[in-house]
């Protein structure tokens, strides 16, 4: 490898949502643009994203199960705990590594949360009221993709067959009649093609924020 080795792995830690988690070369880097996963959240739950700014209404209650898909280092699971002290949040993940490595930030930042192996839902026997999933997503024939720049990172939490996509319509298809929000990252050029796959399956489109895609499953439409 050329590239550097990437400064988060250097320190061992990394700013997210203004905590300091810790990370390791067996967790992908928590990057800014999933910070808007939790905005979404919070939103959901009624509480304001910025100082001065009016909450919206509550749309979900203060105690909702929410179950995080590809938990990693554990920042989106810790960190709505923190945010939301009242939520029941189980992160998940297929990699044992990765879950230690969670298990130390929920530990560090003192986040009450279960967190188990599982692929996809494969484990999850629970209905949750809110599923986040922060998949590989990332399509290895991307022409502006710096492979050499992510060749620190796990390459299986970072790519995935069919255009970046399999794993993701894989969840989609397992989250029917599961739950009622499904919160996905994805690059925005796949939004398109996520929002088709998603509706097909009976999920409306509720809102895109940055990276993140909120759908709401039919069945609870208001």
């Known amino acids: 490898m050329n590239a550097p080795l990437p400064k988060a792995y250097k320190d061992g830690r990394i700013d997210f949502y203004g905590r300091d988690f810790f990370v390791s070369p067996d967790v992908l880097i928590p990057r800014p643009e999933t910070e808007s996963i939790i905005d979404i959240v919070k939103s959901l739950a009624g509480k304001p994203i910025l100082p001065g700014v009016k909450a919206p209404a509550p ?9 995080d898909v590809g938990t990693g280092s554990g920042c989106i699971a810790v960190t709505i705990k923190k945010e ?16 230690k490595v969670a298990e130390k ?7 009450d949360i279960e967190l188990k192996e599982s692929n996809l839902l494969s484990n999850v026997e629970s209905e949750y009221d809110i599923i986040i999933a922060n998949l590989p997503y990332v399509d290895a024939g991307w022409d502006w993709l710096d492979k050499e720049a992510l060749s620190y990172e796990p390459a299986t939490a970072l790519y995935a067959e069919d255009h970046g996509l399999k794993l993701i319509k894989e969840l989609i298809n397992q989250a029917k009649e599961n739950t009622i929000y499904l919160i996905l990252e994805a690059d925005p050029s796949q939004h398109k093609s996520i929002v088709e796959y998603a509706t097909k399956n009976g999920f409306l489109h509720s809102e895109t924020r940055g990276f993140a895609l909120l759908f709401t499953y039919c069945t609870h439409q208001e």
């Open 59 to 67: 749309k979900i209650a203060e105690n909702v199960k929410i179950l």
């Open 84 to 99: 939301l002290p009242l939520t029941k949040v189980t992160g998940v993940d297929i990699n044992p590594s990765a879950l």
């Open 105 to 111: 930030n929920a530990e560090k930042l003192g986040a």
